[in-house]
């Protein structure tokens, strides 16, 4: 099992940048593929980037794409989410998530993943 804890959420301006952190608990956590989502209020959470065991594979929603990079630090036990020129739409609650696999695979789908983040608070102003 494992535990996340996101941070690094703000309000922030249009075309500025910001990096979200995930903090996974456990000692197996090169074992489990990551992956960032986000909601708003009224709407489904939607899928941001996903990342494989190694980090050697990712991928993104073509709504962030070029404006994203999401990495990880296996020793660490930590993911991160780089987002730079942001915009107003990309504000919503950013939700780590983690799912226990022993394949390299990158997971974009909500119910791929067994477990979730609390959420960090993401705010772009125009």
């Known amino acids: 099992q494992v535990q996340l804890v996101e941070s690094g959420g703000g309000l922030v301006q249009a075309g500025d940048s910001l990096r979200l952190s995930c903090a996974a608990s456990?000692?197996?956590?090169?074992?489990?593929?990551m992956g960032w989502f986000r909601q708003t209020p009224g709407r489904e959470r939607e899928f941001v980037a996903a990342?494989?065991?190694?980090?050697?594979?990712?991928y993104y929603a073509d709504s962030v794409k070029g404006r994203f990079t999401i990495s990880r630090d296996n020793a660490k036990n930590m993911v991160y989410l780089q987002m730079n020129s942001l915009k107003p739409e990309d504000t919503a609650v950013y939700y780590c998530?983690?799912?226990?696999?022993?394949?390299?695979?990158?997971?974009?789908?909500?119910?791929?993943?067994?477990?979730w983040g609390q959420g960090t608070q993401v705010t772009v102003s125009a």
């Open positions: 990342l494989s065991r190694s980090g050697g594979s990712t």
């Open positions: 998530a983690a799912r226990h696999t022993a394949l390299k695979v990158v997971v974009s789908t909500l119910s791929g993943y067994d477990y």
């Open positions: 456990g000692r197996t956590f090169n074992n489990y593929a």
